[in-house]
């Protein structure tokens, strides 16, 4: 089962992260909390390696995969293996605010539906880096990703935090190389592998939120 996720330092590695979104479905398509948030866990690690300005968005990240590692972990962890299955346990028995914050802030559907959200920022994110050229800024591709995917969700302060921080994002040479992959073609290589992945597990997440009325939890 997932563990802690407080004391992680370890390096980066793009392929690890890949490879837990690979792990991500099931053959029937349902989505595996734990490879889920291993992968959060990954490119948190790679967060961290970009100084301390992304502290409170990684902050912010670290604590959502806790609540999510702490469900996985506890007396009803059977019920959180997959995303599918934890959203019928806790609609069915009524563990999720639905229109207002009440006696469940912290229910397993709100907390990965920030994560979801932040899915489809990487997704953008990834896609402008992957047809990126050796001039573009990454400041600028984080930012355009972010105020598509995310910004609406966020309120006026975390906004401005967040383009803040943008700002100090590593030029695109050397952010290629904290990916820790190798030269810009395998890099380029690698993110065309990963996004189709990343993006089926954020479609099949999407949807099975939509037909669930989950997509506006507060
Ligand atoms: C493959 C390598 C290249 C890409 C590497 C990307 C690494 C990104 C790693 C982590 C991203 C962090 C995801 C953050 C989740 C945010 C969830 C969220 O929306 N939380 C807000 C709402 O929560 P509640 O208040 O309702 O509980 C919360 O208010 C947010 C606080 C922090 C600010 C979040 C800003 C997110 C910006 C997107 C990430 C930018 C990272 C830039 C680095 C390239």
Not at 45 to 57: C, E, H, Q, T
Not at 187 to 193: I, P, Q, R, T, Y
Request: glycine content about 6%; charged content about 20%.
């Amino acid at each position: 089962m997932a563990g802690s996720v407080a004391s992680e330092d370890q390096k980066f590695c793009l392929q690890e992260v890949l490879d837990t979104f690979k792990m991500c479905l099931s053959d029937n398509k349902e989505v595996y909390t734990q490879h889920y948030v291993a992968g959060w866990r990954g490119l948190v690690k790679f967060l961290n390696s970009l100084g301390s300005v992304f502290g409170f968005i990684s902050k912010d990240a670290v604590n959502k995969i806790q609540i999510l590692v702490n469900y996985l972990n506890g007396e009803n962890g059977s019920q959180y293996v997959t995303v599918q299955s934890m959203v019928k346990y806790e609609l069915e028995n009524e563990l999720v605010d639905i229109t207002k914050r009440g006696s469940h802030p912290e229910s397993g559907c709100r907390t990965l539906l920030r994560l979801h959200r932040a899915l489809r920022w990487l997704e953008l994110f990834l896609e402008r880096l992957r047809t990126s050229t050796e001039d573009s800024k990454t400041s600028v591709m984080c930012a355009e990703a972010y105020n598509e995917a995310l910004a609406q969700h966020h309120p006026w302060m975390i906004r401005k935090a967040a383009n803040m921080a943008f700002y100090m994002l590593p030029g695109r040479p050397a952010f290629f190389e904290v990916m820790n992959v190798g030269p810009p073609e395998q890099v380029v290589a690698m993110l065309g592998e990963a996004l189709p992945l990343i993006s089926e597990v954020y479609q099949i997440t999407e949807t099975l939120y939509a037909q669930h009325n989950l997509l506006d939890l507060p």
